[in-house]
């Protein structure tokens, strides 16, 4: 059987119609910087698994843009008698997924030097493995592809965010990939996320 990477895209943006124009970014100081019409995390996905595909892993691909119902963490504890998340909403499709998966890898963009909300409402809503006396799924590794516009944009909060949540959940941490910038290294940053899926493939 093939090792089974889930490929979690965090951002709330698809992929864009064939031909769509880049958007006109107003910046400071009075000029424009353009960026993808399409979800950057998508294509960086779609190139991690063409690279952990030909390395033999079976990945699952799942998009926060199609997953747009996911609540945050209410702290009801209602998984306290079921063992379950008792919120009927989108996050109850990526749960068999985690349960599944030997390894995860989160396509992430960065907003304000960390994480998206909906990123964060993710992590959160794992807290019912906890209650299930399992912790959580016992993955061989979890690893990140960040992605932001900006190119001196500092990631360092968004890097030891990602650490400490793999800290505290217990999965091996097996990188952060960063990817400043898509627009002006394009096949730079495909072939780097291409490059990773070659590598965590085989290992996964």
Not at 131 to 148: E, N, S, T
Not at 158 to 181: K, N, Q, V, Y
Request: with cysteine.
């Amino acid at each position: 059987m093939k090792p089974r990477i889930l490929v979690l895209s965090l951002s709330p943006r698809g992929l864009a119609p064939a031909g769509a124009k880049p958007i006109e970014l107003p910046r400071p100081g009075d000029w424009i910087e353009p960026v993808p019409a399409d979800s950057t995390c998508m294509r960086l996905a779609g190139a991690f698994i063409e690279g952990a595909s030909a390395a033999g892993a079976e990945c699952v691909l799942k998009s926060l843009h199609e997953l747009r119902n996911i609540s945050p963490c209410r702290a009801c504890y209602g998984c306290l008698k079921t063992g379950k998340c008792i919120i009927p909403d989108d996050m109850q499709q990526l749960y068999p997924e985690f349960d599944q998966a030997d390894a995860v890898v989160f396509v992430s963009p960065l907003y304000y030097a960390t994480l998206p909300a909906q990123a964060m409402a993710v992590i959160n809503r794992l807290y019912p493995y906890w209650i299930d006396g399992i912790r959580y799924p016992k993955l061989k590794f979890a690893a990140v592809i960040g992605a932001c516009a900006d190119e001196g944009q500092n990631w360092d909060i968004f890097d030891r965010t990602w650490r400490s949540i793999f800290g505290e959940i217990g999965w091996p941490d097996a990188g952060i990939l960063h990817a400043p910038r898509f627009m002006e290294h394009v096949e730079e940053q495909l072939n780097a996320a291409r490059q990773l899926g070659a590598e965590l493939g085989a290992r996964a």
